[in-house]
């Protein structure tokens, strides 16, 4: 089966100040990795993702995460951040193959990371 | 086009009552998805359709919980003999399977509250 682990639970910053949300997954086979918005009172929505390729993957508003299969992290970042992007931010991770024991796209999820941003 | 959506979007129901929660996931999508959000648990997998296939219960925390997707499309989570521990907020996901089955696309959920 397959962990994930958001260090952090809360992240307070201000308005245009730099952020990364950390997030560290453990597996034993090879995983896709995704990270997870759920604004207040909405449902999860898929932030960015990394399936293969790139090991730097981006978002539309700004956010970009890199998969580090060394260090098993997959830690999201923005340079500069926005009252908006004020939400909770859950990684997640799936196994890149079905089989015996593992659930095809079944996502383990961090418990989440709540980023507050202040003006 | 028309998300994944879901009903209730809230529910209160005394303990030991019965609950049926329904998702209508994105048409087309063939694997369908129940989660399960808790401030004690974080996210958890409860329940896999794809297809015609026989779904993977392996997430489902008791013999209480059973869900069916009729016609591979609406899906309905049942609990029956509901405890406080099964407050929480219920969600649906599908995605299209296949290759794509990771992209999951996710409802805005049931939130659960027993008394």
């Known amino acids: 089966a397959q962990s994930v682990t958001q260090l952090d639970s809360q992240v307070p910053v201000f308005e245009e100040a730099p952020v990364e949300l950390r997030c560290n997954y453990s597996?034993?086979?090879?995983?896709?990795l995704f990270w997870y918005v759920q604004y207040p009172n909405q449902g999860l929505q898929l932030l960015l993702k990394?399936?293969?390729?790139?090991?730097l993957v981006e978002s539309i508003n700004g956010f970009e995460a890199e998969f580090n299969k060394s260090q098993t992290s997959f830690h999201l970042r923005k340079p500069s951040v926005h009252i908006s992007d004020t939400a909770e931010y859950f990684c997640?991770?799936?196994?890149?193959?079905?089989?015996?024991?593992?659930?095809?796209?079944?996502?383990?999820f961090g418990r989440g990371t709540q980023l507050t941003v202040w003006p | 086009g028309a998300g994944v959506s879901q009903s209730p979007s809230n529910k209160v129901t005394e303990k030991g009552k019965d609950v049926e929660l329904r998702c209508d996931p994105i048409?087309?999508?063939?694997?369908l998805y129940w989660y399960r959000q808790s401030l004690g648990q974080g996210l958890e997998f409860l329940i896999y359709?794809?297809?015609?296939?026989?779904?993977?219960k392996s997430g489902l925390p008791s013999d209480r919980f059973s869900a069916e997707r009729t016609g591979g499309s609406v899906s309905t989570l049942t609990i029956q003999r509901t405890q406080q521990e099964d407050s929480a907020v219920y969600l649906c996901?599908?995605?299209?399977?296949?290759?794509?089955?990771?992209?999951?696309?996710f409802g805005p959920g049931t939130r659960l509250t027993v008394t």
């Open positions: 996901a599908s995605s299209l399977g296949g290759t794509s089955v990771y992209e999951q696309y």
């Open positions: 597996s034993s086979v090879s995983v896709y």
């Open positions: 990394y399936l293969s390729g790139s090991t």
């Open positions: 997640a991770v799936s196994a890149s193959a079905g089989g015996r024991g593992s659930t095809l796209g079944r996502l383990y």
């Open positions: 048409s087309g999508h063939t694997a």
């Open positions: 359709f794809q297809g015609n296939s026989a779904p993977d």
